[in-house]
T-cell receptor, first 115, second 113 residues
Framework: ETGVTQSPTHLIKTRGQQVTLRCSSQ?????VSWYQQALGQGPQFIFQ???????GRGNFPPRFSGLQFPNYSSELNVNALELDDSALYLC??????????????FGPGTRLLVL | EDQVTQSPEALRLQEGESSSLNCSYT??????LFWYRQDPGKGPEFLFT???AGEEKEKERLKATLTKKESFLHITAPKPEDSATYLC??????????????FGTGTQLKVEL
């Protein structure tokens, strides 16, 4: 059983640019959630995708958008990058809708630095 | 608004010195309280889920308990490899049919020889 994987591991961008982060969910999982973790803070919920549809969103502006593909992998896109977007971006996958406990298992994260 | 407060922010223990980490929470419609362990620069690693007051779960030197307002993570006879940041999170359903985790800021544990 493969765990959650994310790419790239590190990324440096300049203010105003756009970035795409990728996540492959754990085998058998149908739900992906994205979180932003600033240094010294707990992860903050961005949004969640279930079977290719967004089914929940946190307090993040529309320039944060996402996709989920038929194989349940996912992308997080951030437009018009700001300095405050510098953070560790975490993807978590879970098996929802089947009464399986819906525990979210996290990937290793992508470290984004905006200069 | 959901709130999760963890204390202490940092804890330094000697190997074998038992202690407890606290997680106080306020959430409307709790659908599970989660404990994760996070090593520097890595993603959180799942430890426990607790669903109802009075529930307890154990794994090696760790034991998690839950009341209606707080959860404790007890560490018995810790070893240096237990050094990490321990995160507490509460889950509830959200508009759209999904669910989200709200995390505390974590307790940074350092276990010394």
């Amino acid at each position: 059983e493969t765990g959650v994987t994310q790419s790239p591991t590190h990324l440096i961008k300049t203010r105003g640019q756009q970035v795409t982060l990728r996540c492959s969910s754990q085998s058998g999982h149908n739900t992906v959630s994205w979180y932003q973790q600033a240094l010294g803070q707990g992860p903050q919920f961005i949004f969640q995708y279930y079977r290719e549809e967004e089914n929940g969103r946190g307090n993040f502006p529309p320039r944060f958008s996402g996709l989920q593909f038929p194989n349940y992998s996912s992308e997080l896109n951030v437009n018009a990058l700001e300095l405050d977007d510098s953070a560790l971006y975490l993807c978590a996958s879970s098996l929802d809708g089947g009464g399986a406990g819906e525990t979210q298992y996290f990937g290793p994260g992508t470290r984004l630095l905006v200069l | 608004e959901d709130q999760v407060t963890q204390s202490p922010e940092a804890l330094r223990l000697q190997e074998g010195e038992s202690s407890s980490l606290n997680c106080s929470y306020t959430v409307s419609g709790l659908r599970g309280l989660f404990w994760y362990r996070q090593d520097p620069g890595k993603g959180p690693e799942f430890l426990f889920t607790l669903y109802s007051a009075g529930e307890e779960k154990e794994k090696e030197r760790l034991k998690a308990t839950l009341t209606k307002k707080e959860s404790f993570l007890h560490i018995t006879a810790p070893k240096p490899e237990d050094s990490a940041t321990y995160l507490c999170a509460v889950r509830r359903w959200i508009t759209g049919g999904g669910n989200k985790l709200t995390f505390g800021t974590g307790t940074q544990l350092k276990v010394e020889l």
